[in-house]
């Protein structure tokens, strides 16, 4: 077993921050790992990334960077790419695994191909986004850029009508779009931190749709765990979810996104290889549950950072 101690008495860089659409949220799960790592006796130094990022990694007083950015160029493949260069070891995904699962095309792909159900989607790119057909499943269904979180850009389209604009929001974000067929039923999602799966988090918006607004807005979505769903389906969920972790080689924490329609059928939907980590955030939620303190998660994913994974 993995020393969870193994980086005792380091420098801990916490990265945080970035330009992204989520950078709010970074600012908030780094904070939160930062102060955690304290109380775990760590000398920590909180590094927020806002635009030299090459510069930053480099000139970063750290033995170990502490991942906690999300989005573009935090959770991309490119600050884990920066950091092999510069030779800091860090914590989650490699350079490869982060680059694919920040895709959702090229995320489904690989858990597809590792018998993961997900829902039939077309992608548009570039110059075919203006003017293109609706694909053959027809609506509802969701479009959504292929490398964005937080659900910026997702646009849920029930008539026709709607089709074009939501395919211009998306393209706002991204040169590459997909088209998804809407799930209907129930939404949730299941963690795994260093290879094991945590029970699943039920969540429930009050709007119907786990929008921006639905997800860090206090009281707007209900968060349940233990999921009040039959067990099979939970447990078919969490055998996703180790097929899924080992399909896109992930590491340290992440947190995969599934819909569960009236059928009992999952679908997998997209995986997030930094999860937010604020101490109300899912994935905390669910080590939680599962028995882990707050300041053990973090630990626990400090513990696997390092470098050629
Ligand atoms: N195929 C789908 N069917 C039903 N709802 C969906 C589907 N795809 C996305 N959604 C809804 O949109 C939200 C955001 O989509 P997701 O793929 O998780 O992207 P992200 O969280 O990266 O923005 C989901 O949490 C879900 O509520
Ligand atoms: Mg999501």
Known sequence: MRDPRRYAGRRVGVFYGGISAEREVSLRTGAAAASALRRRGYDVREIDIREDWLGT???????????????????????????ELAKLPYTGSGVAASAVAMSKVLGKRM??????????????????????????????????????????????????????????????????????????????????????VLPAIEIVPKSGFYDYRSKYTAGETEYVIPVPMDRDILQRAAE???????????????????????????????????????????LPKAAKFDGMSFEELVEEILSDAGLSK
């Open 57 to 83: 990694v480099r000139s970063a007083e750290c033995d170990v960077a502490f991942l906690a950015l999300h989005g573009r160029f935090g959770e991309d493949g490119c600050i884990q790419a920066a950091c």
């Open 240 to 282: 996703y979810t180790r097929r899924a972790a080992q399909a896109l080689q992930l590491r340290g924490a992440a947190r995969l996104d599934y819909r569960v329609d009236p059928a009992g059928n999952v679908f997998f939907l997209e995986a997030n290889t930094i999860p937010g980590m604020t101490e109300t955030s899912l």
């Open 111 to 196: 858990v597809a191909a590792a018998d993961v159900p997900c829902p039939p989607d077309a992608v548009y790119e570039g110059t075919e986004i203006a003017g293109a057909k609706p694909p053959p499943f027809g609506f509802p269904l969701v479009v959504k850029p292929d490398r964005e979180g937080s659900t910026v850009g997702v646009t849920i389209v029930r008539d026709p009508s709607m089709w074009e604009e939501a395919l211009a929001a998306a393209a706002r974000h991204d040169i590459r779009v997909l088209a998804e067929a809407y799930v209907p039923g129930r939404e949730i999602t299941v963690a795994v931190v260093n290879g094991k």
